[in-house]
C-alpha cells in the first residue's frame, strides 16, 4: 500500500533535516567557530530584539529546554548572553544578548544564511520554494502551539 501524501511529506520534512542540519552545523563551526544549537540560540534572541525569558526561549528554540539551559550557560560562559532575574517573578530568568554575542550571531548569520541559499536555492526553484514555505506556515500556524 502506498504512502499517504502526509506520511510522504513527513518523511520528506525528515530526511530533509537530518541531511542539511549536519552540513550546516559543520560549516558554521569550521567558519566561525559557533555550533549550530549556539547558532540558533542567538537567532532567536537577536529575533526577539535580545532578551527572552528562558521559558520563551524554550518555546521556539528547536532543542528541548534542558538542553537549552545547557547552551545558554554555555554562552554566558563565552560571553555571548547573560542571564538576569526576572524582577516580577523570582521563578523565572531572562537570557540577555550581548554585544559580543550579537556581534558573532551576525557573522555566523552570513555563512548560516549563505549555506540554506546553497541548499535550498541551488536545489529548487523561486516559486517552488515560496509554496513549500507558505505551505508549513500554514500548517505551524493552525497547530496553535500544543
Known amino acids: 500500500m502506498p504512502d499517504s501524501d502526509a506520511e510522504r511529506a513527513w518523511a520528506a520534512i525528515l530526511r530533509t533535516h537530518a541531511r542539511f542540519v549536519p552540513r550546516l552545523d559543520k560549516e558554521l563551526q569550521r567558519a566561525t567557530g559557533l555550533p549550530l544549537a549556539w547558532y540558533d540560540v542567538l537567532l532567536e534572541l537577536s ?45 523565572s530568568s531572562y537570557a540577555i544578548l550581548s554585544e559580543e554575542g550579537d556581534r558573532r550571531f551576525r557573522e555566523a548569520a552570513k555563512v548560516y544564511r549563505s549555506g540554506i541559499e546553497r541548499e535550498l536555492a541551488g536545489r529548487a526553484d523561486g516559486a517552488s520554494l515560496r509554496s513549500l514555505a507558505t505551505t508549513l506556515e500554514r500548517i505551524l500556524d493552525s497547530d496553535g502551539g500544543d
Open 47 to 91: 529575533a526577539a530584539g535580545g532578551r527572552l525569558r528562558m521559558s520563551e526561549l524554550g518555546e521556539r528554540v528547536v532543542l528541548s529546554r534542558t538542553r537549552v539551559s545547557r547552551i545558554v550557560d554555555d554562552l554566558i560562559g563565552a560571553g555571548f548572553v547573560a542571564r538576569e532575574a526576572n524582577p516580577a517573578d523570582g521563578r
